[in-house]
């Protein structure tokens, strides 16, 4: 009988009723919708080619509002194990630390919202852990299936409008990376080329490892497309990401046919790899793609001076006397020893979410003491500054503290830990959830957090751990008797006396 409160309907107490299938289900539809949702917000902004950064930031909220009633359904109806409370508390315990550093911040408002383009301040933290939660309260096959597919179409979708960026020049912030280069860079929905490099990593990685594992025709050919056209993609973000995030996929497909002792064949699902990542390169080559005819990486053009500078004003423009800027060591290297330094000053609290480049600042110059003066015009104007260091270890601790990096740490390394020991007997959606989420924590050393990337780790990792229920067995028939003795039963007279023998005597008249 359904549950009901208070004599109401059984629809108004759907949360009584929700049983662990049903709430996997509806898990892994709501985190999907959450995930197209924060790409299909950045449409609008690049199709318009207006600076509607509010949308993007709008997204993420509506995706985090999905996932958080999923977090609360799940810890009302208690689907979060026992096991997983250590992770969850130190994500817990990096959000509340968060909030110090927001108090001891320079700007609050932008330390809880965010910088306008970025859209990554405490708001943001704490839909990632509803995202978690979320994840890690799935206990079904099924959903973690759906998710699989959801990643694939997630990339097909940002490779499509990665694909117009690329061969018409239209729809995008980084046509061009210098006054006179022009590589028709793709970034899709993602905001910058780095981070879809960081998005088309997972996608094509999963994809390897559901084509070798799942039965069908139709599904192996749409996994096997899925990572051919995204590995096309991603070699036109000209980035360093890109190249490692193709070489993760090979070798985690290579590792993965024989841990789930797949049919050795499927090594061969690779050249979807290697194969449109060289016919990528190829086409640049040969002098197809905007004005350049050789294939080079430009990460540091695409992230200091296309990104931050020209995109959204979130830094000054590259101080090229200091730095050379073709020079990706150099551009890396440089990121992580001032922000070194900045952390050497800031080291507890942290100079605050989303405010790296606020300590930078030198000059007030163009502000003429007028109070109205935007905080990205001051911003542009100082030259040689940077709001993102491309390795999130350093960038929590220099942005929000020490203590933060180490929460992050209590969350990442129980997380993997779990999902090694789950993979090792699990089945290939556990061992593909394991995979990605040690994949998203490699990236983070030369990539940073964003709300194209996060969503999706977050989801992951939380998948990744998630204590899935065993298959229901089926019911065992009833052993029926033998034919032979049935029907010699059935043949036998029911309870008919049976006639006296009469001994050859004859009966008396």
């Not at 299936?145 to 990643?151: A, C, E, F, N």
């Not at 790899?273 to 990528?280: E, K, L, S, T």
């Not at 609290?349 to 003066?373: A, I, K, M, R, W």
Request: with cysteine; net charge positive.
């Amino acid at each position: 009988m359904a549950k009901e409160i208070f004599h109401t309907s059984e629809k108004s107490n759907f949360i009584l009723n929700l049983t662990e299938e049903k709430y996997a289900k509806l898990a892994s539809y709501g985190l999907l919708a959450a995930l197209f949702t924060t790409s299909l917000a950045t449409a609008i902004p690049v199709i318009t080619s207006e600076s509607l950064f509010e949308l993007t930031s709008a997204g993420l909220a509506v995706s985090g509002v999905i996932c958080m009633i999923l977090a609360l359904i799940a810890l009302i109806k208690k689907y979060v194990s026992g096991k997983l409370v250590f992770p969850i508390c130190a994500f817990a315990a990096m959000l509340l630390w968060g909030v110090v550093s927001l108090i001891n911040s320079y700007d609050i408002g932008i330390a809880f919202y965010g910088y306008n383009g970025r859209g990554e301040g405490l708001l943001a933290l704490i839909f990632y852990l509803c995202f978690f939660i979320a994840a890690a309260s799935i206990k079904r096959e099924q959903a973690l299936k759906t998710v699989v597919y959801g990643l694939a179409g997630l990339g097909l979708l940002n490779s499509a409008f990665g694909l117009i960026q690329v061969f018409t020049g239209k729809m995008s912030s980084y046509r061009m990376v210098s006054m006179v280069i022009q590589p028709n860079a793709a970034s899709g929905l993602s905001q910058s080329p780095l981070f879809l490099a960081m998005v088309l990593t997972l996608v094509i990685t999963s994809s390897l490892i559901a084509f070798i594992s799942v039965k069908g025709t139709g599904s192996k050919v749409f996994f096997i497309a899925t990572a051919a056209i995204c590995s096309f993609t991603m070699m036109f973000t000209y980035s360093f990401i890109g190249i490692c995030g193709a070489v993760f996929a090979v070798l985690a497909a290579a590792v993965s046919v024989f841990r789930l002792r797949a049919n050795k064949a499927g090594l061969a699902s690779v050249l979807a790899v290697i194969v449109p990542a060289a016919a990528a390169i190829g086409l640049v080559q040969a002098g197809l793609i905007g004005n350049i005819s050789s294939y080079r990486l430009y990460d540091g053009r695409i992230l200091w001076f296309a990104d931050s500078y020209y995109r959204i004003s979130a830094s000054g423009e590259p101080d090229l006397s200091n730095i050379d800027i073709d020079d990706t060591y150099d551009v890396y290297y440089t990121l992580n020893s001032k922000t070194m330094n900045i952390i050497s000053v800031h080291g507890l609290t942290g100079t605050g979410p989303e405010q790296l480049v606020f300590p930078q600042l030198y000059t007030f110059g163009s502000t003429n003491g007028d109070e109205d003066t935007l905080i990205s015009d001051i911003v542009a104007e100082n030259k040689g500054t940077f709001d993102k260091v491309y390795n999130e270890y350093l960038y929590t601790a220099a942005t929000r503290g020490i203590p933060s990096l180490i929460a992050l740490i209590a969350v990442l390394v129980p997380t993997l830990f779990v999902g090694a020991k789950k993979s090792k007997k699990g089945t290939w959606t556990q061992t593909c959830m394991f995979v990605l989420t040690l994949g998203g924590v490699l990236i983070f050393f030369i990539g940073c957090s964003n709300t194209a990337f996060s969503p999706i780790f977050w989801t992951v990792a939380g998948c990744s751990i998630a204590q899935l229920a065993a298959p229901a067995k089926e019911a065992v028939p009833a052993v029926e008797a033998p034919k032979e003795k049935a029907q010699t039963k059935a043949s036998a007279p029911e309870n008919k006396p049976q006639p006296k023998k009469n001994n050859g005597k004859k009966k008396k008249k």
